[in-house]
């Protein structure tokens, strides 16, 4: 792996602060870190940690007061509005907590609309077998469940082969079942597409299945573990 | 393997959408359908009318423009009006005193010179004869003293012996070939001399008068064609009584011919052909008779006359007459055989056509002044002058129809940009409520630019099929439905329809842009927050930091006063939308009541039930017309003009008797130099104060004639001036004792027929009335039906706005166990009691916005209406509007019965 793979998204003095005077919050004090090009990196961290707020950063849909990210040596502060939406279009895909879907669209289009921002677009087909949601297909939204409609959302989210996978809280509102069904996805999804995947989440048994392990508290990098003995996600017991 | 780019998924949406939303869609396309219809075919009946009235003239030979001489111009006078040249009234005044002189002179001077040589001659003769015989005595040797003596006696002895009268009769005839000689050039000479002095203070005032010297003018040569008519009374039921008034012109193929569009022209001496208005209001047809001027004649056709679009039996008239009065053709033995008055009118053609109305007008006002000169060098007089331009029974008709479509397609507009801001507010609300899935595009990397696409391709979706559909109906259903109207009203000819682009441009493309920019503006500022914010749901540019503090209320008016406080924004366009509703109710529902208040009061504000207008204060031997009826009162009167901007109006000048018993002003046997009294219609209209000044014109001479307003009369409805009959006749060259007419409350039977020229009565008031009742009664009332359904069209798609907007709190209320009376009190009574209050204040408005237009309106029309609108009018807007509303109100209901519990748990963060 080249140095520049190694540091294909780096994190460098980053502060990020809400509110002026007393009622000022800072979120993000001078976060540094980088993840590597294929890696499935989990940032873990209780509430206010600054977590959501960085991935919002790296996803171009927050700025920073200041620090930097580049993100295979593009600097994102350096990108104006259009080209933000250029860069997320190209580069990024996202996948919450709430899935929000477009409830008049059925599953496939829901995906073909994720399809439709790329020139290289995954097979759509292929990808509905591999979220195994292909018999459900033509089933709007709301003809789902919880966890069904979280695998069309990261369908949306992958379908355009995104470089990063930004993931926040995808489990988050799923039960047990549900989440590993969603985190084996994540998985093979990574394996497969070899996409660099940040994954918020406060399931602590979460970060067992990622290559890289951050640990945030107060708005800092606490720990920054690269995971030597990762388990699979069908694994996972919390 | 390339793979082929996929389309925008989100375009999918769209058909699901209106499936989804089918109801609102409908009722909205529905309403742009009906609208942009209506309003395309009135665009197309109106080109296509147009086309077929300029084909008409043209294949019709319509005139250029016409005038009525008070006789029969001869074959002379014709040629010169034809060359357009100005008569030399100089020349022609000097013949005529030339020839005067010529004529009276020398009988005059005869009498006079005789009487005075033979007076001067005889005494001048006795002294000579005395001096000569007083010398030959002498001469004899008398002396002085017996001379003296003897002279007397010689004298008688002179006559006696007849040697005095052979030596007088010798002197006279010598005397009176010299004297009479010299005195009879040197009187002529100053007889002459002073009629040339005359001549030229005359001339001076005709140069004045008539413009002569006016460096501009250009001779206008023209063709001229008789075009005589006779106004005749009319009886279409065969009772033996008139129902009006029928001019008569004979058949011609030359000018202002006619179109035929039921039956044939008429071909023998009963036959007429009658215009087809005219026959539908009465109800006669092709095949029935009729009585003009008391002979019966066969209705062979139905026709249109090139001149008569309009039945204006006078072109002051302020609106055409097409029940009580006719325009109809008989062949030359029939014109011959009625005994009414011929009037001799004639029309002219420019030789060479006018490129434009303002040359048009050029060439009539020096065609005019040559025509003036040449009917005064022919002892001739113009009782009638009309250029084409000027003629409303051909220009209304066309330039109703261009105003009919200015209103429609202002109305559409306004329509349109109502419907747009609904479209905006609906679909702002939609964007509120997928804010997340917006956020979410927005962060995978959908630009802001696909979004606005996305959302505005509804609206303008709707809009482009509403266009279509209505764009079709116009061309099918509503063109007919609007020509069908138009024949209602005007004599038009037969028509083709025409493609006309720009009634596709004003109902599709003028449509198509206001909606794309509404709400292009609307969702562009709602899609202008970050992708963070959408997915925060943090949509609010200004966050109300505290809640508006409310009074100690109960629970339930607090409750609603947050509702309305949350949705002013709607509950603005709300108001917006029944204010716009008001506002075409109140013509609606104002026009019926302006007219049946105008009608209503007429009789009040007639000065008299008759007034009687003379042809001349005397009769053919030179008597004053006098009448045995003691109560009626004779009165002058004249027109004059107040020119305008837009119209020259006529004004009618009155001189009243003093202590009028009908005309009862205070003042106006005491009025000053150049003061006057107006018309409360005068004043209004033109907005003349007492104590200000008005300025009036004489219609065909350079005259004008400026009063002080002294005060205003109440009790008329024309524009009109008084003042007492002594100062009119001394300001218009009446002479002493000369009057126009009479006003009387009785009908004058000792005036002879011949004698009077017009009888105005409360119908000839009224009938403008009748006429606007009967060409638009119906419309008004199909307006006031357009305005209820427009009202509730905005109702519901506002009032669901404001539910679904608020579906979660419902859907809560619900769950906390509040009943559905509960949340309609709650809800519903909030919107109810904004919507009330809006009623309120719109019907206001509106009033006042459409007493605006009317006055503009009537701005461009002679006379003057004031817009009247009952207290019933006032009542009737208000509840035509609640009645939509109530109605909307039980759908509101059933929708809030609807909303699932779930709803707010679904939702719920």
């Known amino acids: 792996m080249s140095e520049q793979e190694k540091k294909f998204l780096e994190i460098v003095d980053l502060e990020k602060s809400f509110g002026c005077g007393e009622t000022k919050q800072d979120v993000l004090r001078g976060m540094n870190f980088s993840v590597a090009k294929g890696e499935f990196c989990v940032l873990l961290g209780p509430s206010g940690s600054g977590k959501s707020t960085l991935l919002n950063i790296i996803g171009g849909i927050d700025g920073a007061d200041s620090g930097y990210i580049s993100i295979n040596g593009d600097k994102l502060e350096e990108l104006g509005e259009k080209k933000l939406t250029q860069y997320r279009r190209k580069h990024l895909g996202y996948v919450f907590q709430q899935y929000n879907l477009i409830g008049n669209l059925n599953v496939k289009e829901n995906i073909e609309v994720g399809a439709y921002l790329s020139d290289n677009p995954l097979d759509i087909d292929e990808l509905l077998n591999t979220l195994g949601l292909y018999k459900h297909r033509h089933k709007l939204p709301n003809q789902l469940s919880g966890g069904q409609q979280q695998r069309v959302s990261i369908g949306r989210a992958i379908v355009k082969n995104p470089d990063i996978l930004l993931c926040d809280e995808p489990t988050g509102a799923l039960d047990y079942a549900t989440s590993k069904e969603i985190l084996k996805l994540i998985e093979e999804i990574n394996q497969k597409y070899k996409n660099t995947i940040i994954m918020v989440t406060h399931n602590e048994a979460i970060k067992d299945m990622a290559d890289h392990v951050i640990k945030l508290r107060d708005g800092k990098v606490r720990k920054s573990i690269i995971n030597t003995e990762k388990i699979s996600a069908a694994e996972l017991e919390w | ?909």
């Open chain 2, 1 to 909: 393997m390339t793979k082929q780019k996929i389309k925008n998924p989100l375009r999918k949406r769209i058909p699901r959408e209106l499936r989804g939303e089918w109801r609102k869609y409908l009722v909205v396309a529905l309403f742009m359908i009906l609208t942009v219809g209506f309003v395309s075919g009135m665009y197309v009946a109106n080109g296509s009318m147009m086309t077929a009235l300029s084909q008409s003239a043209e294949k019709n030979n319509l005139e250029d423009g016409h005038f009525v001489l008070k006789k029969r111009a001869d074959n002379s006078l014709i040629s010169e009006i034809e060359n357009g040249e100005k008569a030399d009234i100089k020349a022609f005044y000097t013949d005529k005193a030339k020839s005067e002189l010529d004529e009276k002179f020398p009988d005059e001077f005869d009498v006079e010179f005789n009487e005075k040589f033979n007076a001067e001659f005889a005494e001048k003769f006795n002294t000579t004869f005395e001096e000569q015989l007083k010398s030959a005595l002498l001469a004899q040797g008398l002396d002085e003293n017996s001379v003296s003596a003897m002279l007397p006696a010689a004298i008688e002895q002179a006559k006696a012996s007849g040697n005095y009268q052979t030596a007088y009769d010798s002197a006279y005839k010598d005397a009176y070939k010299s004297a009479y000689d010299e005195a009879y050039k040197t009187a002529y000479d100053e007889a002459w001399d002073k009629i040339l002095d005359e001549i030229d203070e005359e001339y001076s005032d005709a140069e004045e008068k008539y413009e002569l010297n006016d460096p501009d003018f250009r001779a206008v040569p023209v063709n001229i064609y008789e075009n005589f008519f006779r106004n005749a009374d009319e009886d279409n039921d065969l009772d033996g009584k008139t129902d009006g008034s029928v001019r008569v012109y004979a058949k011609t193929n030359e000018i202002n011919t006619a179109s035929v569009l039921d039956g044939r022209f008429p071909e023998t001496e009963n036959e007429v052909a009658i215009d087809r208005m005219h026959a539908d209001n009465v109800g006669v047809k092709v095949g029935d008779k009729i009585k003009i001027d008391e002979k019966e004649f066969e209705i062979t056709g139905l026709i249109a006359y090139v001149n008569y679009s309009t039945l204006h039996e006078k072109n002051t008239d302020f609106m055409f007459d097409a029940i009580k009065f006719n325009a109809a053709m008989v062949t030359s033995e029939g014109f011959e055989s009625l005994s009414a008055p011929v009037h001799y009118g004639y029309a002219w053609k420019y030789e060479t056509a006018p490129s434009d109305e303002k040359e048009e007008k050029k060439l009539s006002d020096n065609f005019m002044k040559a025509l003036l000169t040449q009917t005064v060098v022919s002892d001739n007089e113009i009782s009638d002058y009309l250029p084409i331009y000027a003629n409303n029974a051909v220009n209304f008709a066309p330039d109703d129809l261009s105003s009919d479509e200015t209103m429609g397609g202002t109305i559409l507009n306004i329509l349109i940009v109502i419907i747009a801001f609904i479209f905006a507010v609906t679909i702002s609300n939609t964007i509120t409520k997928e804010s997340k899935t917006i956020g979410t595009l927005r962060a995978s990397g959908y630009t802001r630019g696909e979004l606005i696409r996305h959302y505005l391709a509804t609206p303008v979706i709707v809009t482009l099929i509403a266009a279509a559909i209505g764009n079709i109906l116009g061309y099918t259903v509503f063109k007919n439905a609007v020509v069908s109207m138009y024949y209602n009203s005007y004599s038009l000819p037969t028509y083709e329809t025409v493609w006309n682009p720009t009634a596709f441009l004003k109902t599709t493309l003028v449509p198509f842009v206001i909606m794309f920019v509404v709400n292009l503006l609307v969702i562009t500022q709602k899609l202008s927050h970050t992708p963070l914010e959408f997915l925060r749901c943090n949509l609010k540019k200004n966050k109300r930091k505290k809640a508006v503090r409310l009074p100690k209320w109960n629970f339930f008016s607090r409750f609603r006063m947050r509702v309305i406080l949350q949705n002013i924004p709607n509950y603005a366009i709300l108001f917006f939308g029944v204010f716009f509703v008001s506002v075409m109710l109140a013509l609606a529902v104002g026009m019926t009541d302006t007219l049946s208040h105008y009608k209503s009061s007429a009789k009040d504000l007639m000065f008299a039930d008759y007034q009687y207008v003379l042809n001349s204060y005397e009769d053919e031997e030179g008597n004053v017309i006098e009448t045995s009826d003691g109560s009626a009162e004779k009165f002058a009167l004249t027109s004059l003009q107040r020119k305008g901007k837009n119209m020259d109006e006529d004004i009618s000048v009155y001189g009243i008797s003093e202590n009028s018993d009908y005309v009862n002003i205070g003042g106006l046997d005491d009025l000053g130099e150049n003061e006057v009294y107006i018309s409360d219609s005068f004043a209004e209209k033109y907005n003349v104060k007492v104590g200000g000044t008005v300025t009036l014109e004489e219609k065909y001479e350079n005259q004008k004639y400026e009063f002080k307003v002294a005060g205003t009369y109440d009790k008329s409805l024309n524009i009109s001036v008084f003042m007492p009959i002594e100062k009119f006749r001394g300001t218009f060259d009446f002479e002493d004792g000369e009057f126009t007419g009479y006003l009387s409350n009785t009908e004058l039977s000792d005036i002879s027929k011949d004698d009077i020229a017009t009888v105005i009565t409360e119908h000839d008031i009224t009938k403008m009335c009748d006429q606007l009742d009967h060409s638009m009664g119906a419309m008004m009332k199909y307006f006031q039906i357009l305005c209820i359904a427009l009202s509730a069209v905005l109702v519901y798609l506002l009032t669901k706005i404001i539910i679904e907007k608020n579906e979660n709190a419902i859907s809560m209320t619900k769950i906390l166990g509040y009943e559905n009376g509960e949340i309609s009190r709650l809800y519903l009574l909030s919107t109810s009691i904004m919507f009330v209050i809006s009623d309120i204040i719109a019907v206001f408005l509106g009033k006042i916005i459409i007493k605006f237009v009317w006055s503009a309106m009537m701005a461009d029309y002679s006379g003057w209406i004031v817009f009247t609108a009952s207290p019933l009018g006032y009542v009737k807007m208000f509840l035509f509007v609640l009645i939509s509303y109530l109605v909307v109100l039980c759908f509101d209901f059933r929708r809030i019965k609807k909303i699932p519990l779930n709803v707010a748990l679904k939702n719920a963060e």
